[in-house]
């Protein structure tokens, strides 16, 4: 009895120990299933869902940027980009090459999305912007065979001026990996569109916009299986609409009138509040090549060509100002009190005039007599300006050129803006030369606008600005923007009123009289005042320059034109008629009333001596 009452005591305690062993096992999964269910269903579901779902992300549309008239320089269309799902490395290079000859994708471009998709294997890889109906026809009829393919309907960048302003509107290209690392592009994925170069940069994160997501659910393969739309999804949030001072009209209307087969650019600005009117450059390119992706020998087409159609020359380009250079001349001398309007020199012009050994010459040989200064500016003379230079001195004018803003930037709202080339100091030459290196001699050829002097279209065109108004220029700038409006330039004119009119006669004169280097350009029913150069320069013929504004006396529009190799011997100025022609059509344009005696209005003034 006592040998089986221990058999059941035992095999009830193995059973009590066995129980308790289920019942621990039980609760071990029955708390496992709880907390999967309950306390951490949030975390699988979301991790579920990253399986499952692919983001997809949705470009916002660009701004519109506008002329000053409302008409659209650069907007959106409809358009298609073909992207391809994150996955496989092996499945993507397949996918690919059965892509690659429909959508012309090249062996460096495949090569570079391979790349992009090791950097970075969790973002969607954009495969094709802009695909053709074709393409995307190809790409929807054989589905089964890219089911990793997305393609997308988004908003597709369009210049509708095309060449006539690609300068001052730039174009958008794809984001380079090198960009991505930049601080400013934080937020900014692989494969989208950014601004390059003119507005499309300088003004990137306003139009920009914010992009938008959307979802694509995909099997365990990768493999999308419904596209998921805009559901649960963020809206992108269209970029900021730009308005410019720039007229559509005088853009298309350069581009039509340039001189055919010659180099050049040519910018006009509103003097009384700095918008820019017309800004173009010429050669030019078509920015709505770039959309898409840009071919790479149709890039380097461009960027080797040695006319160089993708340089600014209003803003990116300097060059020796000529004579349009003898009113900067003009004014530090008149604010120095080292000249005057009846300066008349020791050495009348024969031609030319000796420095110690060296004969600097006149671009007229046979001369043009005794010249006071309103003369010397209406026939351009060389001579008169040598001995201009001489009276007032090498330092006073390295100092006087910087106080009036040469040397620095205009401020203009573009990414690359140049500034131009003068002497700072007598260590510049010292510094270049060599001590000894060099003579007082380099005054005669700065004051003519050569030498160690070259400066933009564009910081001329504020110069001439500040002379048609008086005090300090508002900064020029491409957006209408009233803050911008306000921005002066940190130099000022501090030129007394009288004789500030007095310089303004003398460019009158320049094109309203006989014997003015401008005559044949004058206006029939408004006041053209202005300077024509002719700039020497080592690579051919001279350029021609023309900087003035109008009408003299109420100026509404300053023009500046260039035209390289524009001035060959015996040819007339090829600037010239270009900017009068300008000038005339905005005039026109504003509804402007003709004046009853287009002409110079002398200003009646008491001789002043100014000595020689």
């Given at each position: 009895m006592k ?14 120990w ?12 029955a708390?496992?299933?709880?907390n ?9 579901t ?27 320089i ?16 092996d499945?993507?290079?397949?996918e ?30 954009v ?21 990793r ?47 390059e170069g ?23 393969l990768?493999t ?10 963020q ?6 609409d ?11 209307y ?30 030019t ?24 159609p ?12 000529g004579s349009?250079?003898?009113l ?19 050495h ?53 050129v ?49 030498g160690?002097?070259?400066q ?18 508002v ?11 306000q ?29 003015g ?56 100025s ?5 900017a009068?022609?300008i ?25 002043v001596?100014?000595?020689?």
């Open positions: 040998g089986d009452n221990g058999h059941r005591l035992i095999r009830r305690t193995r059973g009590r066995a129980a308790g062993a289920i019942f621990f096992c039980l609760s071990v999964v708390a496992g299933f709880v999967l269910q309950i306390f951490r269903a949030e975390l699988y979301l991790r579920s869902s990253e399986n499952r779902l692919r983001t997809i992300t949705v470009p916002a549309p660009r701004g519109t940027i506008y002329d000053r008239y409302g008409r659209a650069a907007d959106n269309v409809p358009g298609y980009d073909v992207s391809m799902l994150p996955g496989p490395r499945s993507i290079a397949a690919l090459d059965r892509l690659a000859e429909r959508l012309e994708l090249s062996p460096e471009r495949r090569a570079e999305l391979l790349a992009r998709n090791r950097d970075r294997p969790n973002e969607a890889l495969v094709r912007e802009n695909a053709t109906f074709e393409q995307v026809a190809f790409i929807e009829e054989r589905r089964p065979r890219f089911r393919v997305v393609v997308d309907q988004r908003p597709r960048r369009r210049y509708p001026a095309g060449p006539s302003a690609a300068h001052l509107i730039g174009y958008v290209g794809e984001i380079s990996q090198e960009e991505l690392a930049r601080p400013e592009y934080t937020g900014y994925v692989s494969g989208q569109s950014i601004g003119g507005l499309e940069e300088q003004y990137e994160h306003r139009l920009a916009g914010r992009n938008g997501i959307r979802y694509a659910e995909v099997n365990a990768g999308i299986v419904r596209d998921l739309g805009i559901a649960q999804a809206a992108s949030v269209p970029g900021e730009l308005h410019l001072g720039i007229d559509l009209d005088l853009q298309v350069a581009d039509s009138a340039f001189p055919e087969g010659m180099r050049g650019a040519v910018v006009a600005l509103d003097p009384t509040n700095g918008e820019v009117l017309l800004h173009y450059s010429y050669p390119f078509d920015p709505n090549a770039f959309i898409g992706g840009i071919p790479l020998d149709v890039w380097n087409a461009l960027r080797d060509h040695p006319d160089k993708m340089l600014d020359r209003v803003s990116m380009a300097s060059y020796p100002p349009t250079w003898k900067v001349m003009s004014t530090i001398g008149m604010k120095r009190g080292d000249l005057a309007l009846d300066t008349y020199h020791t009348t012009c024969g031609g030319g005039l000796m420095y110690q050994t060296r004969y600097f010459r006149c671009w007229l040989a046979r001369g043009h007599g005794r010249l006071n200064l309103s003369e010397a500016i209406k026939h351009s003379c060389n001579v008169w300006f040598y001995q201009a230079g001489q009276r007032i001195g090498l330092d006073p004018i390295l100092a006087g910087g106080a009036l803003g040469f040397g620095r930037r205009t401020g203009i709202d573009l990414p690359s803006e140049t500034q131009g080339l003068f002497p700072d100091s007598r260590e510049w030459y010292d510094d270049r030369l060599g001590p000894g290196g060099w003579t007082e001699a380099v005054v005669w050829n700065l004051s003519i606008g050569q160690e002097n070259a933009t279209l564009l910081s001329m065109a504020q110069f001439y600005a500040a002379l048609a108004t008086g005090g300090a220029p900064k020029p700038h491409l957006v209408r923007d009233e803050t911008l409006a921005q002066r330039a940190d130099w000022t004119l501090d030129l007394p009123e009288l004789q500030r009119d007095q310089l303004v006669d003398a460019l009158a004169r320049v094109v309203n009289e006989p014997g280097t401008a005559y044949g350009s004058r206006l029939a029913r408004w006041t053209l005042a202005g300077k024509t150069g002719t700039a020497q320069n080592p690579h051919g013929p001279p350029h021609s320059w023309f900087v003035g504004f109008a009408p003299a006396y109420d100026p509404r529009i300053v023009v500046a034109a260039i035209v390289e190799h524009g001035h060959p011997d015996g040819a007339p090829l600037a010239v008629p270009l009068a022609r000038v005339d059509r905005h005039l026109e344009k504003l509804g402007l009333p003709p004046e009853e005696t287009p002409g110079v209005r002398p200003v009646e003034a008491p001789p001596d100014a000595g020689g």
